[in-house]
C-alpha cells in the first residue's frame, strides 16, 4: 500500500474556509466580528514572522485583530496591565502573548493574567486543568491541529498505542493528554518519552502513532518505527543547506525519506502540522467570540 502523506496544507485551508463561513454566519446572528489581539514583546525575527503570519489569516476569515508591539525592555507590570486592558476589551475575544517572553519576564504570570475564557492559546492553568480532566476548553492550537489531522486523515487513534517523543507544555503533554481522554478520536494508550529514557527507540517502535515534538533534526529513522506506523512530525528545524538561496532549510524531527518508506501516513515539514496550528488559533478564537457573544434566542 502507497504511503499517505497528510497534507496538512490542503487540510488547514479547509478549515479556514469553513471557519469563514461560519464567522459570516456568527456576524449575521450577534453583529459581533470575533476579535483578536496579538502582543508581541522585543524583536524576535521569528515571532514577528508568526505574529504577521496570523494576522494575515485572521483578516482572510473576516476577523478583527490587532497588534501591539512592545519594547524588549517593558516592564512585567506594564504587559500586565495591556492585557487586562484586552481583557475588558468587548472587541477582543482572544489574546494571544507571542512566546518566547524575554527573561526579565515571568511567563507564568504573564499568562496567568490572561482572563481564561480569552485564552485562546489554551495555556492558562484553568484551561490546562479542564484539559487534563476532560472538561470541553480551548485545546493548544498544535495539539489540537494533530487531532483534526487525524480525524480529517479517517485515522482514529481510539485503542492505538500513541507514544509522543516530548513533553513539552504547548505540544507534548497536551497532546498526549486530548488522545487519551476517552472521547471520540481520542481513547488512545498514550506513552510519554523525553530525555530521561535511556533508549527511546524500546517505545518508539511499539508505537501505532508516533508523534515527534523533539526540536532535533531527523532523530526518528527507519529503524525507530515498525512498518505501518502513522508518523506526525512537529518539529521544525533548520539545516544547512548551501546550494537554497536562503542558506538553510527546514526538516522536521523525522527522518522523512527513510521513514516513508515503512509508514502507513506520515506528515511531512514543512506541509504538515504547521500550517493547522494557525487554523486551530482561528478555530478557539471564534469559539471565544460565540461564548463571549451567545446568539440570542
Ligand atoms: P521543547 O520545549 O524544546 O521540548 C522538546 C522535548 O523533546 C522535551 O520534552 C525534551 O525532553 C525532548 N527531547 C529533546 N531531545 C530529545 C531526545 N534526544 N530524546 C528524547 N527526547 C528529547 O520543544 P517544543 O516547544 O515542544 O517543540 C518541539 C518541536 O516542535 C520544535 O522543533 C518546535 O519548533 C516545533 N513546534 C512546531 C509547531 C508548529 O506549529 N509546527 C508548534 C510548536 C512547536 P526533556 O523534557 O527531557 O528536556
Known amino acids: 500500500m502507497a504511503t499517505t502523506i497528510i497534507d496538512g496544507k490542503a487540510i488547514s485551508k479547509q478549515i479556514r474556509q469553513e471557519l469563514k463561513q461560519k464567522t459570516d454566519t456568527f456576524q ?39 497588534t501591539k508591539e512592545l519594547p524588549s525592555d517593558i516592564s512585567q507590570q506594564e504587559l500586565i496591565k495591556l492585557i487586562d486592558a484586552f481583557n ?30 480569552k ?10 486543568g479542564k484539559l487534563l480532566i476532560g472538561l470541553d476548553t480551548f485545546r493548544p492550537c498544535t495539539p489540537a491541529g494533530i487531532q483534526e489531522l487525524l480525524i480529517r486523515s479517517d485515522i482514529d487513534p481510539a485503542g492505538k498505542h500513541v507514544v509522543v517523543v516530548g513533553r513539552s ?44 515534538a523533539v526540536g532535533r533534526a531527523n532523530v526518528i529513522t527507519a529503524d525507530m518505527v515498525k512498518k505501518g506506523v502513522v508518523v506526525i512530525d512537529v518539529g521544525v528545524n533548520r539545516v544547512d543547506a548551501p546550494s ?3 542558506g538553510y532549510k527546514l526538516v ?31 478555530a478557539n478564537t471564534l469559539q471565544a467570540a460565540q461564548e463571549q457573544v451567545p446568539v440570542s434566542e
Open 169 to 212: 507544555n504547548i505540544v507534548g503533554k497536551p497532546i498526549g493528554n486530548i488522545l487519551i481522554q476517552k472521547q471520540k478520536w481520542a481513547n488512545a494508550v498514550v506513552t510519554f518519552c523525553h530525555t530521561g529514557a535511556k533508549d527511546i527507540s524500546y517505545f518508539t517502535r511499539q508505537a501505532d502513532i508516533l508523534i515527534a
Open 244 to 246: 537554497s538561496e536562503k
Open 252 to 282: 522536521g524531527d523525522v527522518d522523512f525519506e527513510s521513514v516513508k518508506e515503512v509508514a502507513d501516513a506520515i506528515t511531512p515539514v514543512p506541509g504538515g502540522v504547521g500550517p493547522m496550528t494557525i487554523a486551530m488559533l482561528l
Open 28 to 66: 449575521n446572528e450577534t453583529g459581533t466580528v470575533p476579535g483578536l489581539a496579538f502582543i508581541l514583546v522585543g524583536e524576535n525575527p521569528a515571532s514577528q514572522v508568526y505574529v504577521k503570519m496570523k494576522g494575515k489569516a485572521c483578516k482572510e476569515v473576516g476577523f478583527y485583530s490587532v
Open 119 to 128: 485564552d485562546v492559546d489554551g495555556f492558562h492553568p484553568i484551561n490546562v
Open 88 to 117: 475588558n476589551d468587548p472587541k477582543i475575544h482572544g489574546i494571544l502573548t507571542q512566546l518566547p517572553l524575554p527573561d526579565h519576564i515571568d511567563e507564568a504570570a504573564v499568562i496567568e493574567s490572561i482572563d481564561p475564557k
